[in-house]
């Protein structure tokens, strides 16, 4: 991979977390590691989260943000249900019913449906605790 941009780097350290085989963990502990280098730099974490990736058979999201202010995410059906889609904010006036993912959420959109969990990395865990 080669890029310079922040989202390149993170997609870069979920492949090596290993978001092949664990999309739900690689993204924590990507988000982790983050969130860990800001408090070693004596810096507070600040980090803004929404992302969207799929290996051909699911899709998959993360809501996330360090303060209460995450970017939003949202789903919606097309063609009577058959369809489904993950955005960033709703793009259609006509009436289709949209549903907000909550903040701090992992969503995992296949043919079977859509699950939506918790979203809390370790590392934010541990600040909470503390």
């Known amino acids: 991979l080669e890029g310079t941009t922040d989202s390149e ?5 979920m492949l090596e977390e290993g978001l092949s085989n664990d999309p739900y963990g690689a993204v924590s502990r990507a988000t982790s590691h983050v969130i860990e280098a800001s408090r070693r730099a004596g810096i507070e974490p600040s980090l803004k989260l929404t992302a969207a990736f799929s290996d051909g058979q699911a899709l998959h999201a993360v809501r996330y943000a360090t303060d209460d202010y995450a970017p939003t995410l949202y789903t919606g059906a ?13 793009f259609d006036r006509n009436g289709r019913i949209w549903h907000e ?3 701090s959420s992992f969503v995992t959109m296949t043919r079977g449906g859509t699950i939506i969990r918790p979203f809390a990395p370790a590392a934010a865990r541990l600040a909470m605790a503390g």
């Open 101 to 103: 993912i909550p903040q």
């Open 78 to 90: 097309f063609a009577k249900g058959v369809g489904r889609c993950i955005v960033s904010e709703p």
């Open 9 to 13: 780097l993170f997609f870069r350290m």
